[in-house]
T-cell receptor
Framework: DTEVTQTPKHLVMGMTNKKSLKCEQH?????MYWYKQKAKKPPELMFV???????INESVPSRFSPECPNSSLLNLHLHALQPEDSALYLC?????????????FGPGTRLTVT | AQSVTQLDSHVSVSEGTPVLLRCNYS??????LFWYVQHPNKGLQLLLK??????LVKGINGFEAEFKKSETSFHLTKPSAHMSDAAEYFC???????????FGTGTSLTVIP
């Protein structure tokens, strides 16, 4: 199974809501990533988890809060977002955080903040 | 520091003709390099990767790329374009620590029937 799954596929939320994005992989990968992608742009790295520990936070606003409950799951908790946070949020995983193995991407969650 | 430059933001080819998507990289070490494809409203799919083995790398769907260290290039080619190849393509270089990846700005490929 070489699949990364993400739920939900689409999410519309108001600026005062709290919601969560979920990502799951069962490939035994020990690195997991959150990216934000705006239209016609490359993905921008937000967070990296290595062996379930947050290893990279690319100066992401605190209204985004990542969580890695176990080696297969990655969550992104959202609170008090702004309209400019509307984007495609991609999750990815790779085999080993210490080696440049390829990343496997999920299909993404299309987030709209109203 | 690592960086990737995709030389063309948009490439248009006729169906059945060759495809060339250009990528140059800058790195202070021997990097791993990747090409990904993204169809509209989809995630990214790995086409191929270079990890210091053979310099000519074959990928899925008939794509291949050649690593040229002297030219710091990793161009993606396909002999004959298919309509289904129309998508966004990203060239990616790894960090020296292996846990970060640097994306080019992307090349949008249009295939004309």
């Amino acid at each position: 199974d070489t699949e990364v799954t993400q739920t939900p596929k689409h999410l519309v939320m108001g600026m005062t809501n709290k919601k969560s994005l979920k990502c799951e992989q069962h490939m035994g990968h020990r690195a997991m990533y959150w990216y934000k992608q705006k239209a016609k742009k490359p993905p921008e790295l937000m967070f990296v988890y290595s062996y379930e520990k947050l290893s990279i936070n690319e100066s992401v606003p605190s209204r985004f809060s990542p969580e890695c409950p176990n080696s297969s799951l990655l969550n992104l908790h959202l609170h008090a977002l702004q309209p400019e946070d509307s984007a495609l949020y991609l999750c990815a995983s790779s085999q080993d955080p210490l080696s440049a193995y390829e990343q496997y991407f999920g299909p993404g969650t299309r987030l709209t903040v109203t | 520091a690592q960086s990737v430059t995709q030389l063309d933001s948009h490439v248009s080819v006729s169906e059945g003709t060759p495809v060339l998507l250009r990528c140059n990289y800058s790195s202070s070490y021997s990097p791993s390099l990747f090409w990904y494809v993204q169809h509209p409203n989809k995630g990214l799919q790995l086409l191929l990767k270079y990890t210091s083995a053979a310099t000519l790398v074959k990928g899925i769907n008939g794509f291949e790329a050649e690593f040229k260290k002297s030219e710091t290039s990793f161009h993606l080619t396909k002999p004959s374009a298919h309509m289904s190849d129309a998508a966004e393509y990203f060239c990616v270089v790894s960090s020296n620590t292996g846990n970060q990846f640097y994306f080019g700005t992307g090349t949008s490929l249009t295939v004309i029937p």
